[in-house]
Nanobody, 123 residues
Framework: QVQLVESGGGLVQAGGSLRLSCAAS????????MGWFRQAPGKEREFVAA????????RYADSVKGRFTISRENAKNTVYLQMNSLTPEDTAVYYC????????????????WGQGTQVTVSS
């Protein structure tokens, strides 16, 4: 099991930027694919972005392509989500996720979750 702790959420105006961080501990971080998911009030948790164990491949939800960037630093056991051009539709709790699949794009593939960090975008 890997423990995940997110940080960097907050309140931002539309058009602004935030960078989320997820610090991992426990099992060897570099062996695992990482991802970000989000859940807005009254909605199901959805995929946002994913990265393979070595950072060689990334995937994004269509709604965030061109605005969000996922990256990782295995030496620091940390994965990041840079979010630019934020809109009120991006408001949600953002969760860091880890799993042993090649790349994580589905909730059912996630083995470990962080506690979540709130992102609120005002119009």
């Amino acid at each position: 099991q890997v423990q995940l702790v997110e940080s960097g959420g907050g309140l931002v105006q539309a058009g602004g930027s935030l960078r989320l961080s997820c610090a991992a501990s426990g099992r060897t971080f570099s062996r695992y694919a990482m991802g970000w998911f989000r859940q807005a009030p009254g909605k199901e948790r959805e995929f946002v972005a994913a990265i393979t164990w070595n950072g060689g491949s990334t995937r994004y939800a269509d709604s965030v392509k061109g605005r969000f960037t996922i990256s990782r630093e295995n030496a620091k056991n940390t994965v990041y989500l840079q979010m630019n051009s934020l809109t009120p539709e991006d408001t949600a709790v953002y969760y860091c996720a880890a799993g042993s699949k090649y790349i994580l794009t589905m909730v059912g593939e996630v083995e470990d979750w962080g506690q979540g960090t709130q992102v609120t975008v005002s119009s």
